[in-house]
């Protein structure tokens, strides 16, 4: 685990004294490749054509490597007002009568859509950054309320109420004052916002110096939306750079009902217990072969026994089995959660870094950069753990332009997705090209 992301780490990791990268690293390599991105015009207005829908065909919808995925919506980073046109993270909500939405990250801001029963998407506004743009915007969901942090200096987080969302008529850009249900500044810049609904905390990881939480996890109680408080620290184990927080059911009975949650600590698998958020607990901190870039996962189903888990630079630095720069995913059997043991790995057949991956009903959404979104069946895990069972059962390439070559592990094409309508639309955003609304139509 790491103790600190100041320079000197950066310097440290940099002369390949340590054992994997370091936030501050892992930043200016993407900063490097967006810049080359740039100069090449992929972000340029009008680069990229709007689309109707477009059924998966013998491998293609459109110009897009498909299998069992359907292009149903697409709207493009410009059609959804932002300026800048490079997308990021997204997440959904569901009204409380039924009317799906998404809030899709954008360096200059977070554009809403809608999600119409017929999956088509019909932008409904924007709230713009707080302060300036960043690369990294981030955004989650609890109740009616939207979470959002940025890597921008003095961002703070923005508290936004998506039922505003249900009476509009024509796209609206929202106030960054006067339209805020609160704005919490205990942190200025975030890198990553986590959120646990059933405990209504939100946990900001990655914040910077002056929050004094060592980049760990930041805990803010939003039981009241209006009035958002600090509620703890984590910094024990340094930088958090994502994690899935819970309230344990599974087979460690020792922290049954325990808050617990599972921390991607740049080269280690962190689980704590925060339910004490005065005095959270590590309960293990574990590496693995391979180990560049710990960056996000998540549990494979309710039992809680197996986590996924994705490095996002073992493919670009052909660590461990990634040499072969296959996308991978480690599986990690959580049977106790004191001694963690990684158990195996899951390589797509595409070449591309793994970004990142939510679960539902057994099936991993990975939204994996240069290869798009690609869908694993994890069922197999209750019965083989070394993950030879799992299966790709559909993607949906966004980034046609690594094709040819069969994929590169590059930062290009998706960031991130959201699979948790009940209606089963899907939503991919695209760093490039704007936001998806996708329809998986193989086995379930
Ligand atoms: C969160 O805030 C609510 C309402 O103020 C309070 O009842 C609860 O104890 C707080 N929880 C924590 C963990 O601070």
């Known amino acids: 685990m790491k103790t600190s992301t100041t320079l000197l780490a950066a310097v440290s990791a940099l002369a390949g004294s340590a054992a994997a990268e370091s936030m501050a690293v892992l930043k200016q390599m993407k900063i490097d490749a967006w810049a080359a991105q740039n100069e090449a015009g992929v972000y340029d207005i009008n680069r990229y054509a709007a689309q109707a829908a477009t059924s998966c065909v013998n491998g293609k919808a459109g110009e897009y490597q498909c299998k069992n995925v359907d ?5 493009r980073h410009q059609d959804m007002g932002s300026s800048t046109r490079k997308g990021n993270d997204i997440w959904g909500w569901t009204a409380p009568n039924g009317r799906e939405f998404g809030a899709v990250g954008q360096t ?31 955004m989650k969901v609890i109740g009616n309320h939207v979470y959002i942090g940025a890597e921008s200096s003095n961002h703070g987080l923005q508290v936004f109420d998506m039922t505003k969302l249900l009476t509009i008529t024509t796209p609206k850009t929202f106030s960054i004052s006067s339209d805020l249900t609160a704005r919490f500044t205990g942190f200025g810049n975030s890198h990553n916002i986590v959120a646990h609904e059933e405990t209504k ?38 930088y958090v750079h994502d994690a899935q927080c819970v309230i344990y059911k599974g087979p460690d009975t020792r922290y049954t009902n325990k808050e617990i949650c599972f921390n991607f600590n740049e080269d280690t698998l962190d689980i704590v217990d925060v339910t004490n958020k005065k005095s959270p607990t590590t309960l293990s901190s574990t590496s693995y ?17 197996y986590l996924l888990l994705d490095d996002e630079l073992d493919e670009q630095n052909k660590k461990g089995v990634a040499a072969n720069q296959r996308t991978t995913t480690y599986i990690v059997d959580i049977k106790s959660l004191t001694a963690p043991k990684f158990t195996g790995t899951y390589q797509s057949p595409a070449k591309a870094i793994d970004h990142n991956q939510y679960v539902k009903n057994g099936l991993s959404y990975q939204a994996n950069y240069g290869s798009g979104l690609r869908i694993i069946n994890v069922k197999s895990l209750a019965t083989d753990p070394t993950g030879k069972g799992i299966t790709e059962v559909g993607y949906f390439d966004c980034h046609p332009e690594d094709d040819s070559v069969g994929g590169k592990a590059e930062f290009v094409g998706t960031w991130s997705v959201y699979p948790y309508f009940k209606s089963g639309f899907v939503l991919l955003n695209s760093i490039e090209r704007g936001v998806y609304s996708l329809k998986y139509t193989g086995p379930q």
């Open 201 to 238: 905390m939100i946990y900001a990881v990655g914040t910077g110096t002056a929050a004094g939480c060592s980049g760990g996890l930041y805990m803010v109680n939003v039981t009241n939306p209006a009035t958002p408080t600090s509620a703890g620290c984590l910094s024990a184990g340094g």
């Open 289 to 305: 072969n391979g180990a560049s870039y710990t960056h996000q996962g998540w549990l494979s189903d309710d039992s809680m026994r």
């Open 108 to 138: 200059d801001g977070t554009a809403f859509v809608e999600v119409k029963s017929d999956g088509s998407l019909v932008y409904l506004g924007r709230l713009p950054t707080q302060t300036t743009s960043s690369s990294w915007r981030d």
């Open 71 to 75: 292009l149903v919506s697409f709207l």
